[in-house]
T-cell receptor, first 109, second 114 residues
Framework: RKEVEQDPGPFNVPEGATVAFNCTYSNSASQSFFWYRQDCRKEPKLLMSVYSSGNEDGRFTAQLNRASQYISLLIRDSKLSDSATYLC??????????FGTGTSLTVIP | NAGVTQTPKFQVLKTGQSMTLQCAQD?????MSWYRQDPGMGLRLIHY???????DQGEVPNGYNVSRSTTEDFPLRLLSAAPSQTSVYFC?????????????FGEGSRLTVL
């Protein structure tokens, strides 16, 4: 069983749309949670950490539900530049980061 | 402004050959790690290190060796390359090994094993 599961998509949305991604993790002892963004043929880069109380960074909102073991990412007012693959990441112990397979987003003009 | 530097960016090997992927970081990070990324599989941890002289295995360590003689460098060695090791390899570092800090990635090394 994979530590982290994501819907691979693809999600194709028009500019200005709101889109949400979900991610589930299998181990209730998971400690930290993140969303990374990966552009085509590039390295992953941190988009935002996910806190238990939920957190927002501009158009991006991340939520964590420990009881149901899922993490979500909401993107409002989508821009063309948001087109990328979004990776859900959890840590089990401090030393091992587990990545989901990623959800592909294309924002259409 | 180097960050994490990986070399080479591209490599083609024949089955059975050996090679070393180099990774260097100039941020004085304690934690360094190697991942491979395959279609439909996501990034999988190969080996990691929490400091000079300390290394440990990740999810998929077979066929790979690492060492950490300095804080800056964390090379990944393929002892006898196999076609199943065709992948994109990423080195990543972090200032702490508590799992709460950001991972900084190199640009990746694309390896093809024929």
């Amino acid at each position: 069983r994979k530590e982290v599961e994501q819907d691979p998509g693809p999600f194709n949305v028009p500019e200005g749309a709101t889109v949400a991604f979900n991610c589930t993790y299998s181990n209730s002892a998971s400690q930290s949670f993140f969303w990374y963004r990966q552009d085509c043929r590039k390295e992953p880069k941190l988009l935002m950490s996910v806190y238990s109380s939920g957190n927002e960074d501009g158009r991006f909102t991340a939520q964590l539900n420990r009881a149901s073991q899922y993490i979500s990412l909401l993107i409002r007012d989508s821009k063309l530049s948001d087109s990328a693959t979004y990776l859900c990441v959890v840590t089990l112990t401090g030393n091992q980061f587990y990545f989901g397979t990623g959800t592909s987003l294309t924002v259409i003009p | 402004n180097a960050g994490v530097t990986q070399t080479p960016k591209f490599q083609v090997l024949k089955t059975g050959q050996s090679m070393t992927l180099q990774c260097a970081q100039d941020m004085n990070h304690e934690y360094m790690s190697w991942y491979r990324q395959d279609p439909g599989m996501g990034l999988r941890l190969i080996h990691y290190s929490v400091g000079a002289g300390i290394t440990d295995q990740g999810e998929v360590p077979n066929g790979y060796n690492v060492s950490r003689s300095t804080t800056e460098d964390f090379p990944l060695r393929l002892l006898s390359a196999a076609p199943s090791q065709t992948s994109v390899y990423f080195c990543a570092s972090s200032p702490r090994y508590t799992g709460t800090a950001e991972l900084f990635f190199g640009e990746g090394s694309r390896l093809t094993v024929l």
